[in-house]
């Protein structure tokens, strides 16, 4: 199993980014998939989350500007990011509960995405 994040990059404060995760593989289904971000200097913290059924939790800092969002036909993730503030800036990565073909049948298993930089400008 891969797991590809995209869409970070660089934007002006009050723009807008939009993260993909893409997961590819021997994937039965997925189950809670989030988003979380690493400042420079600072712990990783969870961003946004959710669950197969898409009830969705998001950290107080960014309700109301971003939207988690999934496509599980795809098994990917998407984080809607809007008027974006200085303080978003960090590497975003995503995280997925996945049910995956083992060689004795099919197992749950949490994957990490690469990390995608985003950084945004005053």
């Known amino acids: 199993v891969q797991l590809q994040a995209s869409g970070g990059g660089l934007v002006q404060a009050g723009g807008s980014l939009r993260l993909s995760c893409a997961a590819s593989?021997?994937?039965?289904?997925?189950?809670?998939m989030g988003w979380y971000r690493q400042a420079p200097g600072k712990q990783r913290e969870l961003v946004s989350e959710?669950?197969?059924?898409?009830?969705?939790n998001y950290a107080d800092s960014v309700k109301g500007r971003f939207t988690i969002s999934r496509d599980n036909a795809k098994n990917t993730l998407y984080l809607q990011m809007n008027s974006l503030k200085p303080e978003d800036t960090a590497v975003y990565y995503c995280?997925?509960?996945?049910?995956?073909?083992?060689?004795?049948?099919?197992?749950?298993?949490?994957?990490w995405g690469q990390g995608t930089l985003v950084t945004v400008s005053s």
């Open positions: 995280n997925v509960d996945l049910i995956v073909r083992t060689g004795w049948g099919y197992a749950p298993f949490e994957y």
């Open positions: 593989g021997s994937i039965l289904s997925s189950n809670a």
């Open positions: 959710i669950t197969s059924g898409g009830s969705t």
